[in-house]
């Protein structure tokens, strides 16, 4: 089982970015897949999940109306669109899938804003 992010990296605010999350090993399509972030010394948290067929949980009031996620189950990929980037933004970011008590974690891709 893989979970690979990519995508992330050096942004200025205002900036945009998208995560991509490339899954193998697993029936992807069975899977929630989620993305969350962890800042330096905050606790990981849950910034967008997606479900087969497209239905999303609510984000998270610090990036709704900024963040997208979306899925292409025929690539076995998980997306994070991420625009009007702000500083508060930056973290790690990982990728997760879950399939009842079973989840697997990326190992994570850093977002960084900064001027």
């Known amino acids: 089982v893989q979970l690979v992010e990519s995508g992330g990296g050096l942004v200025q605010p205002g900036g945009s970015l998208r995560l991509s999350c490339a899954a193998s090993?697993?029936?992807?399509?069975?899977?929630?897949m989620s993305w969350y972030r962890q800042a330096p010394g905050k606790e990981r948290e849950l910034v967008a999940a997606?479900?087969?067929?497209?239905?999303?949980?609510n984000y998270p009031s610090s990036v709704k109306g900024r963040f997208t996620i979306s899925r292409d189950d025929a690539k076995n990929t998980v997306y994070l669109q991420m625009n009007s980037l702000k500083p508060e933004d930056t973290a790690v970011y990982y990728c997760?899938?879950?399939?009842?008590?079973?989840?697997?974690w990326g190992q994570g891709t850093q977002v960084t804003v900064s001027p």
């Open positions: 997760r899938g879950q399939y009842g008590s079973t989840s697997y």
């Open positions: 090993g697993f029936t992807f399509s069975q899977y929630v």
């Open positions: 997606i479900i087969s067929g497209g239905v999303t949980t």
